[in-house]
């Protein structure tokens, strides 16, 4: 009772103070021009502030309080330390570098981070061949005659590389620099909340010096990491990652006889259906009951159905248990299973980089991402995070969108701050044909208790879709029930799916209703 007591009248203390002052002069009023007098207009407007001279005290304590036991350097060398050069750190760093503060961007290994170099360029490029490849067998969909491809597997890897090699000045170390960005190889850890120490290295990995630089804030955007569960026997055995294989793939001149991919999220299902049309025997094992977890039952029936129908073998509901040589044992149903295979891809996830950057010596609050605010600010209000290691979409597109705000936020922040927007978060898995995703499904309504009205529409009764002879697929929209015709998600399977749910996302991030849609 003496806590609430006393927590109460101080927190209720200095709006007392504004109304009571305005109430005392509004009491003095005599006559009308009272009413305009400088006491009078002047409470009225401590009344108006009284909000934010609240939050700036406020603001003050909790500062004071985060950096107790640091000392600020007088002065700073950088506005800015941006530290990893992928997709949210090249954002942050163009932002800062285009309002024209001094801004170092650190990359210890390649520029562009996993989207350019190992994930989405390589991997759409490969899976463009391997559509090729399957439109080639099934050419008398089209009236045409059909025909067995010939797979020169180094040469469709040297095309994937070329792709990258092709793109890589977009995101280069010269582009930056032209744009205002002192770019550094090397390793970043943050030793205080203001200063970065960075541990140089030239193109060839060799030492260069340890520079230590001091900034107003700090960005962190080091990226996710393949995911290795501790399967007995996994450690020796030369497994690849989404990181590893495509430089094991590019000394291969056929694709491997038989693959087996641990891991049923869109990663994994990708690069099983690309590989089997490649040319190569897959196997892909997930232990959950079904593929793409997070989708519609008959979303992720869909999607096995469609691997399948390119000769992969699933096996879900298999949980891998240990690995004997060349072989992987994996339980079901109480049950043994043993699946040979001469290249193990390993596709249960990533996880957050979080290692080697300082975090803990600081106190920064990890758990499995780093912990940020509605701000994307960690525990010290200069230093923010964003993108993969920020959590908690893993999507190149959803790394850029929170490096806007990262970087708006550390360098403004003292005037506005501007909180993350995760309400229309779009989402593709590129099967052939393409599986779409904005906002709810009927499985998250479902968990969420929201009442939802579904409008389904099968491709197959599409005159486009039939010309094209692209008839696989739906498209579901949810809207609340009752009649409302606001969209709350959009689901879409089919050929060119993730162009066709531009038009869901821009309506459900301006609140155009199904109704104008139609």
Known sequence: ????????????????????????QLARIESLSGIASPQVLGSFVLLGIAPW???????????????????????FDRNMVVIGAGSAGLVSALIAATVKAKVTLVEAHKMGGDCLNTGCVPSKALIKSAKVAAMMREADRYGLT???????????????????KTIEPHDSVERY??????????YARIIDPWTVEIARRDENGAGGGTQRLTTRSIVIATG???????????????????????????????APARTLVLGGGPIGCELSQALARLGSEVTQIEMGDSLLAREDADVAALAKAVLEADGVRVLTGHKAVRIDGKVLVAESGG???????????????????????GLEALGIDTDRTVITDEFLATRFPNIFAAGDVAGPYQFTHTASHQAWYASVNALFGTFRKFKADYRV?????????????????????AEQGIAVEVTHYDLDDLDRAI???????????????GGKDTVLGATIVGSHAGELLAEYVLAMKHGIGLNKIL
């Open 177 to 186: 620099e032209g744009l205002g960005v002192d770019v550094v190889k090397g």
């Open 467 to 481: 010309a094209e002879s692209e008839t696989r697929g739906f498209v579901k929209v949810l809207t609340p029930a």
């Open 425 to 445: 978060i779009p989402a593709v898995t590129f099967l052939d044909p393409e599986f779409a995703r904005v906002g709810l499904n009927e499985r998250e309504a």
């Open 53 to 75: 001279i609240a939050k700036a005290i406020i603001g003050i304590i909790r500062r004071r309080k985060a950096y107790a036991g640091f000392t600020r350097p007088k002065k």
């Open 146 to 164: 059909p025909a067995e491809p010939e797979v020169p597997f180094r040469a469709v890897i040297a095309r994937v590389l070329d792709a990258v």
């Open 1 to 24: 009772t003496v806590t609430f007591v006393w927590v109460s009248q101080l927190g209720m203390l200095l709006g007392t103070i504004v109304y009571v002052n305005a109430g005392t």
């Open 335 to 357: 049950q043994e299973v043993r699946v040979p295979f001469d290249t193990l891809l390993v596709a249960v996830g990533r996880r957050a980089r979080l290692s080697g950057f």
């Open 224 to 254: 996710a990491e393949p995911v290795v569960p501790p399967i007995p026997g996994l450690a020796g055995t030369d497994y690849l990652t989404s990181e590893t294989m495509w430089e094991a793939f590019a000394q291969m001149d056929a």
